[in-house]
């Protein structure tokens, strides 16, 4: 089955499909380091990221294959009255065609992994290019390690099988090291209980910053001495 359908058979269940609140460790990475202008979000699905940064006030591009999932999110964003801060585009993300430097925030949870590997550094780079200067981006992919690459159905998503692409060991760490600058990474196991029956995942995640690390505003640019 395709991708498309699979997910919009997916997103017609009620309510938003991984669960009403943001990926805790986004939250979590944006109270440390508050950013604020305009979001990306790739592979958004219905949305719970996209709501969470339209709440926080950012202006979101949420971009999915998904026609039902993304219909679903604009009902979600009218119900918490962010409509006019979430703009939707349903598009693959391998053909995205977008400005240079547009965004202050990209995010890319789990899809990355979702592409053919052959075409996953092309998306990197790009997305790298849509980042205004000291934007940030944070990217969560499933690992070898995880269950679903190991045919784990005991423990494996329901979800396994639309991953395309399982990141070896750092390789997410090593594709974004010589274009940004890397603030945080993980590789770890968790249990999730957002979907489906509880099940187990490895997952890499990573935050990093187009330069400056400085933060421009402050005065405080490389090299100034006090
Ligand atoms: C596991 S879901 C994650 C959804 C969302 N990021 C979240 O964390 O709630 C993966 C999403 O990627 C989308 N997707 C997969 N391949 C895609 C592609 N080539 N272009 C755009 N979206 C894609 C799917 O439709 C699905 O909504």
Redesign the pocket.
């Known amino acids: 089955m395709n991708?498309?359908r699979k997910?919009n058979e997916y997103?017609e269940g009620e309510g938003?499909?991984?669960g009403e609140a943001p990926?805790p460790e986004l939250s979590l990475l944006l109270k440390r380091k508050p950013h604020r202008g305009k979001a990306l979000?790739?592979?958004?699905?219905?949305?719970?990221?996209s709501l969470y940064l339209a709440q926080l006030g950012f202006l979101v591009t949420a971009?999915?294959?998904?026609e039902v999932?993304l219909d679903k999110l604009k009902r979600a964003a009218r119900k918490r009255k962010v409509e006019d801060r979430i703009e939707t585009l349903e598009?693959?993300?391998?053909k995205?065609s977008l400005p240079r430097k547009e965004f202050d925030l990209i995010?890319?949870?789990?899809?990355f992994d979702?592409?053919p590997a052959e075409e996953i550094e092309s998306l990197f780079q790009r997305t790298a290019g849509w980042l205004r200067r000291s934007g940030s981006v944070y990217i969560?992919v499933h690992t070898v390690d995880d269950p679903g690459n190991n045919d784990d159905k005991r423990v494996a998503s329901e979800?396994a099988p639309?991953v395309k692409y399982y990141f070896k060991r750092n390789e997410l760490l090593s594709m974004v090291l010589d274009r940004l600058h890397i603030t945080w990474y993980s590789e770890q196991g968790e249990t999730d209980t957002t979907h489906g029956e509880t099940h187990q995942h490895v997952f890499a995640k990573i935050w990093a910053q187009d330069e400056p690390l400085l933060n421009e505003e402050s005065g405080s640019g490389a090299g100034k001495t006090t």
């Open positions: 991708t498309e997910y997103y938003l499909a991984f990926s979000d790739l592979g958004a699905g219905d949305g719970r990221n971009v999915d294959v998904s999932g598009a693959d993300v391998r995205l995010v890319a949870e789990t899809v979702h592409i969560k979800l639309m």
